[in-house]
């Protein structure tokens, strides 16, 4: 499996006025694949050496990051699979990306949380492969994204300080 690593801040609804309404009945903090809300930080702070988005994780963890980032860690899942257990890194659930993987359809575009019909982690990504699947059908006639299949499906992890 292949996974995917970058730095990025953290994204916290209350600190964030234009998403006050959207997040905050639900959600202390969002963690998301989503470049936007959760941002890509594109170079080390300390060396100025580019580190992007990279496959290597002995490599992005040398790069040092404050209290107000995290790594996350990615992979594209097409089916139901089990994840070993990982002690550095916290699960924090399925994301919905558009093909482009820069934008979360589930976290950045709008689409209002329904906890109702749907489970959501802690951090406001969905927590089954199978309830991923299921809010895309039910959201297909929303999005055009959805609707011609161009989304991806994250499992999603973060390490944070």
Known sequence: MKFLYYIAGRFFPLEEKEYMTQYSPFFNEIVTADRYL???????????????????????KTFAFHQKEQLI?????????????DEEFEYCGFDIMNT???????????????????KYTQYGLLDSFEGSKRWVADHSRVNSDLENGDYLIFAVWRKSN
Not at 45 to 60: C, L, R, W
Not at 77 to 84: A, P, R, S
């Open 38 to 60: 959760c941002k890509l930080r594109y170079f080390d702070t300390i060396s100025n050496e580019y580190v992007g988005i990279i496959e290597d994780y002995g490599k992005i």
């Open 73 to 85: 860690k990615f992979t594209e899942v097409n089916e139901e699979m089990v994840f070993d257990s």
């Open 100 to 118: 482009f993987e820069d934008e979360s359809i589930l976290t950045g575009m709008g689409i209002p949380y329904d906890n109702k019909i749907y």
